[in-house]
Each structure stands twice: as structure tokens, then as C-alpha cells.
């Protein structure tokens, strides 16, 4: 813009010629009758090119001030462009780290509620076992006609029925407790 701008401004100082010496002589192009141009014409006409000079570089001066504001703001607009993809970039790990973590919590859930079910499902054949061994426990001590050889037998007999049964109890205790923690 400039380059063109002193090319305009050349081009016209060069339809103007001045001689200074002792005396001015003056040819001016740019009125129809050189003969009519005196020294208050050229005078004009230089001031008038200056002010008209001056004009354009007071135009260039603002546009290369815009030029430079808006280098600066595209420049800061780039920089927050470059910010903004590298928090995507960090958030994108983020999200697929978590979803990681979300497929291994979904596989503990899984195989957590696989054994809740195994160990409610032992929990009650467990207590039906332990219900059958008291009842046949109540039976062996509801009778006392017995011989003392079949005394004997019901009482291993129940000597064993009471051991399984408290293993039972506790069995079914530490189902209580898997229970408990995988509600939890």
C-alpha cells in the first residue's frame, strides 16, 4: 500500500517540474494553460499534494495499527485455539482412562452379584440342611426307649448332627457377611 503510494505521489510531483535559481522557472502539466501558471499555483498545488500526501500516510499509519491489533489478536486466538486442544486432548485421556475403570467396576459388580446369588442360593439350601439336621436331632433325643447299643449310635449319631450343624451356622454366617459387603 505504501510502495503505491509513494508511486502516486511520484508520479504526480513529476508532472511538475521546479528549477530553482535566481529566478523560478515553472512548467505546470496540470492546467490547461502553462502560461496562466504563476508561483502561487504551484505553491497551491505543492501544499495541496502534501496535505493529500500526508492524509494517505495518516491512512496507512491507522491501517497498519489495525493490522497490527488484529496480528495480535489472532495471534492470542491461536495461542487459546492451541490451549483449548490440548485440554481436549487431556480431557479425551481422562474420559478414556475413567471408562476403563468403569468397565473393570461393571466386571466386579458383575461377578460380585454372580456370587451373591451362588451364596444366597447356598445361603438357603444351607438352611434347609441345618432345619432338617435339628429335626432329626429332636428326634434322636425325643426317644429314650433305646438300647444302650442304640443309644450310642444316636448319640454319635447326634454328636455328629451337632457338628455339622454349628459348621453350617457358620458357613451360613460368613454368607451373611459376603451378602452384607457386596450390598455395600
Same mark, same amino acid.
Given at each position: 500500500?505504501?510502495?503505491?503510494?509513494?508511486?502516486?505521489?511520484?508520479?504526480? @510531483?513529476?508532472?511538475? %517540474?521546479?528549477?530553482?535559481?535566481? %529566478?523560478?522557472?515553472?512548467?505546470?502539466?496540470?492546467?490547461?494553460?502553462? /502560461?496562466?501558471?504563476?508561483?502561487?499555483? $504551484?505553491?497551491?498545488? &505543492?501544499?495541496?499534494?502534501? +496535505?493529500? &500526501? &500526508?492524509?494517505?500516510?495518516?491512512?496507512?499509519?491507522?491501517?497498519?495499527?489495525?493490522?497490527? +491489533?488484529?496480528?495480535?489478536? @489472532?495471534?492470542?486466538?491461536? /495461542?487459546?485455539? %492451541?490451549?483449548?486442544?490440548? *485440554?481436549?486432548?487431556?480431557?479425551?485421556?481422562?474420559?478414556?482412562?475413567?471408562?476403563? *475403570?468403569?468397565?473393570?467396576?461393571?466386571?466386579?459388580?458383575?461377578?460380585?452379584?454372580?456370587?451373591?446369588? $451362588?451364596?444366597?442360593?447356598?445361603?438357603?439350601?444351607?438352611?434347609? *440342611?441345618?432345619?432338617?439336621?435339628?429335626?432329626?436331632?429332636?428326634?434322636?433325643?425325643?426317644?429314650?426307649?433305646?438300647?444302650?447299643?442304640?443309644?450310642?449310635?444316636? +448319640?454319635?449319631?447326634? /454328636?455328629?448332627?451337632?457338628?455339622?450343624?454349628?459348621?453350617? &451356622?457358620?458357613? $451360613?454366617?460368613?454368607?451373611?457377611? %459376603?451378602?452384607?459387603? $457386596?450390598?455395600?
Amino acid at each position: 500500500m505504501k510502495k503505491a503510494i509513494d508511486k502516486t505521489r511520484a508520479i504526480k @510531483l513529476s508532472k511538475m %517540474v521546479f528549477v530553482t535559481a535566481s %529566478v523560478f522557472l515553472v512548467s505546470c502539466t496540470t492546467i490547461e494553460n502553462p /502560461e496562466d501558471c504563476d508561483i502561487r499555483c $504551484i505553491g497551491g498545488a &505543492n501544499k495541496r499534494f502534501e +496535505a493529500e &500526501n &500526508n492524509a494517505m500516510e495518516n491512512k496507512l499509519d491507522k491501517i497498519d495499527e489495525e493490522n497490527w +491489533a488484529l496480528s495480535q489478536t @489472532l495471534n492470542e486466538e491461536k /495461542e487459546k485455539g %492451541v490451549a483449548l486442544l490440548a *485440554e481436549e486432548g487431556r480431557l479425551k485421556n481422562k474420559l478414556r482412562a475413567q471408562t476403563v *475403570e468403569l468397565n473393570e467396576l461393571r466386571k466386579k459388580i458383575d461377578k460380585a452379584l454372580a456370587l451373591k446369588k $451362588i451364596a444366597k442360593s447356598e445361603h438357603t439350601s444351607l438352611s434347609a *440342611e441345618l432345619v432338617a439336621m435339628q429335626t432329626i436331632t429332636d428326634k434322636y433325643l425325643s426317644f429314650s426307649n433305646y438300647s444302650p447299643s442304640e443309644n450310642k449310635k444316636i +448319640a454319635k449319631q447326634a /454328636e455328629l448332627t451337632g457338628r455339622r450343624i454349628v459348621t453350617l &451356622n457358620d458357613k $451360613i454366617d460368613n454368607l451373611n457377611i %459376603v451378602n452384607t459387603s $457386596i450390598d455395600s
